[in-house]
Nanobody
Framework: QVQLVESGGGLVQAGGSLRLSCAAS????????MGWYRQAPGKQRELVED???????NYGDSVKGRCTISRDGATNTAYLQMDSLNSGDTGVYYC?????????????WGQGTQVTVSS
């Protein structure tokens, strides 16, 4: 089992920045990837950005050039730096982790943290 604790969400003005954090514990040593998804009201959940343990990243087209994900392997914490925020970035941001437990791969999700961008 992996437990995730997210922090850093809140209210920010358009053009501003936020940094989200996600700390993983439990069977965190088996993590192969960490990432962030988001869900806006009335929309499907979408990828923001993710990162593997070897540093490979993937990002959603809507955040291209505005978000940077990083990972501290020593503390199993992932960070998402978001810049030039706009109202389209409003939503609940979920941390996700892929971990291998007993030779099986599992996805774990955090509770979500609200990000609201005011215009």
């Amino acid at each position: 089992q992996v437990q995730l604790v997210e922090s850093g969400g809140g209210l920010v003005q358009a053009g501003g920045s936020l940094r989200l954090s996600c700390a993983a514990s439990g069977s965190a040593g088996s993590i192969t990837a960490m990432g962030w998804y988001r869900q806006a009201p009335g929309k499907q959940r979408e990828l923001v950005e993710d990162i593997t343990v070897v540093g490979g990243t993937n990002y959603g087209d809507s955040v291209k050039g505005r978000c940077t994900i990083s990972r501290d392997g020593a503390t199993n914490t992932a960070y998402l730096q978001m810049d030039s925020l706009n109202s389209g970035d409003t939503g609940v941001y979920y941390c996700t982790v892929v971990a291998v437990v007993s030779n099986k791969e599992y996805d774990y999700w955090g509770q979500g943290t609200q990000v609201t961008v005011s215009s």
